[in-house]
């Protein structure tokens, strides 16, 4: 992956101890100072987010996490707040111990314990990011008691308690209101339960320059907003890709037609169905500029594979005789195809070659049956069983959830910072297969399909949600996709 804005640019916590070593050894920047820099950064979110408080309580840990919290200490108490802190143990470690020393010199209170005094703010500077277990002992008493409060929370690189590589959610772990991120972005902020214990981020570079970043390539990328290419005014709609979508066994012939209508929602010029012939009539009725056909055996897909320039397999498809008979001939065409719901399911159970250009969308159950694990190994490392998944099938991947995360073949990796849980509901992936695959069809390479695709998906997703999440229907997506791939909206 080439260098990239440190404000989308997504690192392992090994990464980004390289970046402070540079810090440190290339520039001469002493550690203390990295020290000082993050504890302003984050008293300037502190005091930006909560103008109000007057009393803050910092839990420090014996590490450099615990350090940064000393010195926000120091900076609470010359701003005339009441102070109070909480070390782990009676020691601190190298620069950190500094920092206490320093804090103590300047008449902040430093206490042992596990109970928490009364404060507006809480700040939590216990471990930090590299943290690979539970914490135990007087750290999870503290924690708990925390997160007991219910009062703002500011967290102090990442939470603690929360794997800063993966976003796996230790028990216990610290839910915070906000989060000040030095250096770079950790990758587990913006994964799995990372998402709902960092609460708001921010990122503070420490005033590193940006030789620093370019010098070290990050892991992987959020996902920006990119702008689809103008029409030109002299268009027809064969310059925009023809989908054919197949799906919709006995039972599920709603899959289908979501499938096919994002499709259309996000600008191919045609889409057809492939489906049983009794869904034929109600698609009709319900999205005349869909073409749908009544497909009994193989064989008679023949002429609509050979109109295609895109197939969309698998919702509603079924594992059954019909729907394992459509997807052999489907994929034995190599056309471009999006691979989704039990086209994924038939691929775990048959497994085969795939076409040249392919792209799988699998939630965490496929992706366990794909890779042949349980989903709870899904989860504790999103970002290495996505890898695995496009290396296993030499294919682009699109692996949903709490932070949708996108791989190539190669390792190339990036992160969907949109989504929420009202998307946790039937259908809304049927029409991501359409998006990405409506996306395929007007030209798009692969990469940039599965990527602006999952992204506009996502953010239709969250301004549907301005309603509320619950009760969010995927059909609720349309009108935002087609306003969003027409660049009318900025969410």
């Known amino acids: 992956m080439k260098a990239t804005d440190p404000q989308i640019a997504l690192y392992t916590t090994e990464q980004v101890r390289a970046l402070d070593r540079a810090a440190t050894l290339d520039l001469g920047i002493p550690g203390i100072e990295l020290m000082r820099r993050a504890a302003a950064a984050a008293f300037a979110c502190l005091r930006k987010r909560w103008p109000q408080a007057r009393s803050v309580c910092v839990l420090c840990g014996p590490g450099n996490n615990g350090g940064d919290g000393f010195f926000v200490a120091m900076l609470a108490h010359e701003a005339g707040m009441r102070v109070g802190v909480i070390a782990l143990g009676d020691t601190a470690l190298g620069d950190a111990g500094e920092a206490r020393a320093q804090c103590g010199r300047a008449g902040v209170p430093i206490v042992h314990g596990k109970e928490l005094p009364q404060a507006d703010v809480y700040v939590d500077a216990l471990f930090g990011s590299g943290l690979n277990r539970a914490p135990e002992g007087d750290a999870a008493t503290l924690i708990q008691h925390l997160n007991a409060r219910g009062m703002p929370v500011l967290a102090l690189d990442v939470p603690s308690g929360l794997a800063s590589d993966t976003g796996v959610a230790f028990e216990p772990c610290a839910r915070a ?10 990758r587990g902020l913006f994964a799995a339960q990372g998402v709902d214990h960092a609460g708001a981020c921010e990122l503070a570079a420490l005033d590193l320059p940006i030789s620093v970043f370019t010098q070290h390539v990050p892991d992987a990328r959020l996902l920006a907003a990119q702008p689809l290419p103008k029409r030109a005014r002299d268009s027809h709609k064969g310059k925009y890709g023809h989908v054919l979508a197949i799906g919709g066994d006995h039972g599920a012939g709603g899959s289908i037609r979501l499938t096919a209508e994002a499709a259309l929602r996000v600008g191919a010029g045609l889409v057809s169905v492939a489906t049983r012939e009794a869904r034929v009539v109600a698609l009709l009725s319900a999205r005349p500029e869909l073409m749908p056909q009544g497909v009994h055996v193989p064989r008679n897909l023949g002429p609509l594979l050979e109109r295609a320039n895109v197939i969309a397999l698998g919702p509603g498809l079924g594992r059954e005789e019909w729907g394992a008979g459509l997807w052999r001939a489907a994929l034995d065409a190599n056309k471009p195809t999006v691979l989704d719901a039990d086209g994924l399911n038939l691929l775990a159970e048959q497994p085969r070659e795939l076409p040249a250009q392919v792209i799988l969308t699998p939630h965490p159950g496929e992706a366990a049956r794909l890779l042949h694990c349980t989903i709870a190994q899904v989860q504790a490392d999103r970002f290495a069983a996505v890898r695995a998944l496009a290396k296993q099938h030499r294919a682009m991947v699109v692996l ?15 992160l969907c910072p949109w989504g929420n849980p009202g998307m946790a509901s039937g259908g809304t992936g049927d029409a991501l297969t359409g998006v990405i695959a409506g996306l395929l069809a007007q030209g798009l390479s692969t990469w940039d399909a599965a990527c602006i695709g999952t992204g506009v998906h996502a953010r239709a997703g969250d301004l549907a949600a301005r309603a509320g999440e619950r009760g969010l229907l995927a059909s609720d997506l349309f009108p935002y996709l087609r306003a969003l791939v027409n660049g009318r909206l900025d969410g």
Request: glycine residues 12%; proline residues 4%.
């Open 177 to 186: 209101t906000a989060t000040v991120c030095f250096v770079a972005w950790k």
């Open 400 to 414: 949903k959830g709490s932070g949708s995360l996108i791989a190539d073949p190669d390792g190339m990796l990036a």
